[in-house]
Antibody
Framework: QITLKESGPTLVKPTQTLTLTCTFSGFSLSTSGVGVGWIRQPPGKALEWLALIYWNDDKRYSPSLKSRLTITKDTSKNQVVLTMTNMDPVDTATYYC????????????WGQGTLVTVSS | EIVLTQSPATLSLSPGERATLSCRASQSVSSYLAWYQQKPGQAPRLLIYDASNRATGIPARFSGSGSGTDFTLTISSLEPEDFAVYYCQQRSNWGLFTFGPGTKVDIK
């Protein structure tokens, strides 16, 4: 059974850097074809894809946020870390991580999400 | 960047009725399209992948169709637990992803 769980600060100040960790079980990022993505959802709004990392360290970023995002993996800890720089109140959202396979078009399953509020 | 448009924004129906949700892409995404259901306070749940394949455990009343730029999610007969927000999502040839704005299916 694959499970994922997001962790990180619930409150960050404007201009700060956000660091989120996705800890997963039921698969390994050393296995060929496996990936983990990050998606966010502002309160009451739609989902927005942010970034993705595969087993081979191939990384993809949303073009609109690419300059602010970094995604990394720690295979030994079964973790994927997303950093987002220069946080702004509009970045207030629930941040989800999710499992994906190389070449597929779907995320499944998803973590429960973590709400991050950006406020001074 | 490929933009997804969903219509209608809100669909008001009664239990037992048929729901037809549309998703249109700004350029062809082949069959690289997925549908998700999201209920308040919950993470999205995968319903359909590759445009027409039901995910594991998804009831047969959910079906997906389409290819290229026009896609449809159909719920043949709405159950009380189906009232939720539905999102489509695509993967481009460059391995980038986008989501549509969502369609809310609410009780009439």
């Amino acid at each position: 059974q694959i499970t994922l769980k997001e962790s990180g600060p619930t409150l960050v100040k404007p201009t700060q850097t956000l660091t989120l960790t996705c800890t997963f079980s039921g698969f390994s990022l050393s296995t060929s074809g496996v990936g983990v993505g990050w998606i966010r959802q502002p309160p009451g709004k739609a989902l927005e894809w942010l970034a993705l990392i595969y087993w081979n360290d191939d990384k993809r970023y949303s073009p609109s946020l690419k300059s602010r995002l970094t995604i990394t993996k720690d295979t030994s800890k079964n973790q994927v870390v997303l950093t987002m720089t220069n946080m702004d109140p509009v970045d207030t959202a629930t941040y989800y991580c999710a499992h994906i396979y190389w070449g597929s078009d779907w995320f499944d399953p998803w973590g429960q999400g973590t709400l991050v509020t950006v406020s001074s | 960047e490929i933009v997804l448009t969903q219509s209608p924004a809100t669909l008001s129906l009664s239990p037992g009725e048929r729901a037809t949700l549309s998703c249109r892409a700004s350029q062809s995404v082949s069959s690289y399209l997925a549908w998700y259901q999201q209920k308040p306070g919950q993470a999205p749940r995968l319903l359909i992948y590759d445009a027409s394949n039901r995910a594991t455990g998804i009831p047969a009343r959910f079906s997906g169709s389409g290819s290229g730029t026009d896609f449809t999610l159909t719920i043949s007969s709405l159950e009380p637990e189906d009232f939720a927000v539905y999102y489509c999502q695509q993967r481009s040839n460059w391995g980038l992803f986008t989501f549509g704005p969502g369609t809310k299916v609410d009780i009439k």
